[in-house]
Nanobody
Framework: QVYLAESGGGSVQAGGSLRLSCDVQ????????MGWARQAPGKSREGVAA???????NYIDWAKGRFTIPRDNTKNTLYLEMNNLKSDKTAVYYC??????????????????????WGQGTQVTVSS
């Protein structure tokens, strides 16, 4: 978790948008996989979206078509663009990265074990 830092969270009214950023320290070798997960109050952490260094992207079903996950490979920065937010999107959003080759996916029983490194999270609150 010491290698990643999320930013861009905050409070937004329903229907609004937010753009989260994740900055990853340069460790001297490329990051294979980066992604986002969230943890809502009273719920376990779940994957949201992931992208590998070839640009292959996968989303959890409820995020597909509404969230986007741009990656700036030149800066080791990952973004999560969220549009038309509703109250059920309120959660702490975490950025994750993995330097290992293999599957790069948010479809995992335990998302915490899917990625090697995690950030501290950034709070997103959607209000009416």
């Amino acid at each position: 978790q010491v290698y990643l830092a999320e930013s861009g969270g905050g409070s937004v009214q329903a229907g609004g948008s937010l753009r989260l950023s994740c900055d990853v320290q340069d460790l001297g070798y490329p990051i294979f996989c980066m992604g986002w997960a969230r943890q809502a109050p009273g719920k376990s952490r779940e994957g949201v979206a992931a992208i590998d260094n070839n640009g292959e992207i996968n989303y959890i079903d409820w995020a597909k078509g509404r969230f986007t996950i741009p990656r700036d490979n030149t800066k080791n920065t990952l973004y999560l663009e969220m549009n038309n937010l509703k109250s059920d999107k309120t959660a702490v959003y975490y950025c994750a990265a993995d330097w290992r080759f293999g599957p790069c996916t948010v479809h995992a029983n335990d998302i915490s074990k899917e990625f090697k490194s995690w950030g501290q999270g950034t709070q997103v609150t959607v209000s009416s």
